[in-house]
């Protein structure tokens, strides 16, 4: 655990466009402020605080330049973490790289003194933090992400129902596997200015080894099925995994949202840095 925040210590959220915000933190908006941050300077001009003139060049100089500084705002960084019986499949265990990308990203939020609030959600949605900020209270965040379990069904259709009204960053880690997907998307991208959706799929799920006669079972509703699988079937079972993958980074853009594919990256500090790169 101290090697894995060590390599997230100085990570910040990357955001290369102007989101709501307010107080300070790591983030540097598109604004001008009063931060202790400066910017440049300007020529003066009329109705300028005269606090802002920057003396030192005027003496050099013989005119007058006003000081600008790049206003810092807290951002408000949310949370979803998916932990549906879906979750609980794979080597590595989906629910374990999703707990391990929630717990960067807080720690990452919380590092940089924004407002952190997270949320597990299958059936329905639990809180788990509400607005915290400040990196003493991790460790409190840390215990509330050891302690989710993965149980019951997805319903994509509730979950963001009952979440917070913070506008900011949501960032949801999910298998996608429920329906009611472009619904959940719409309502993503409409709640939050941004989103970063982190598609978590297993090494079994994508490449399958298994033939013969199989008994497949749905984790979440506990039907069965016994099937007789050979090459064809798992070479078509693997055009529809790819189908679906694609089609789920596509729903993603045309609703503005980032899509992080975990499985692309072997590591969850790799998944955790190409999420936070927010557009």
């Known amino acids: 655990m101290e090697n894995f925040l ?4 100085q990570a910040n959220i990357e955001i290369r466009k102007r989101i709501t915000g307010s ?16 910017y440049g300077v300007r020529p003066y001009y009329e109705g300028d605080n005269i606090k802002n003139i920057d003396w030192k060049l005027f003496s050099r100089t013989g005119k007058i330049y006003t000081k600008l500084f790049s206003e810092q705002k807290q951002i408000s960084v949310t949370v979803l973490i998916d932990n549906s019986e879906s979750m609980n499949f794979g080597e590595p265990n989906k629910l374990n790289i999703g707990k391990m990308c929630a717990l960067g990203i807080s720690y990452i939020a919380l590092n940089g003194a924004n407002k952190l609030s997270l ?11 509400n607005n915290f900020s400040g990196k003493s209270l991790f460790y409190q965040v840390l215990n509330k992400i050891k302690d989710i379990d993965a149980t019951g069904k997805t319903d994509f259709k509730k979950v963001l129902l009952t979440t917070n009204d913070s506008k900011g960053i949501a960032f949801i880690i999910t298998d996608l596997l429920s329906n009611n997907i472009k619904e959940f998307l719409n309502q993503s991208a409409y709640k939050y200015e941004k989103v970063v959706l982190i598609h978590v ?9 298994h033939n013969g006669k199989i008994k497949f079972w749905d984790s979440e509703t506990r039907e069965s099925v016994l099937l007789d699988i050979g090459s064809r079937e798992i070479d078509s079972y693997k055009r529809k995994v790819k189908e679906f993958v694609l089609n789920s980074k596509e729903e993603c853009k045309k609703r503005g949202i980032k899509y992080v594919f975990a499985s692309k990256y072997n590591s969850p500090v ?10």
């Open 119 to 129: 949320y597990s959600f299958n059936d329905s949605i639990h809180m788990c933090v």
């Open 6 to 9: 060590k390599e997230l210590e």
């Open 23 to 38: 107080l300070t933190g790591n983030y540097k908006s598109n604004t001008l402020g009063n931060s202790y941050d400066f």
């Open 270 to 279: 790799k998944i955790i840095m190409k999420a936070i790169e927010v557009e």
């Open 201 to 209: 799929m297993s090494k079994d799920e994508l490449n399958p080894v």
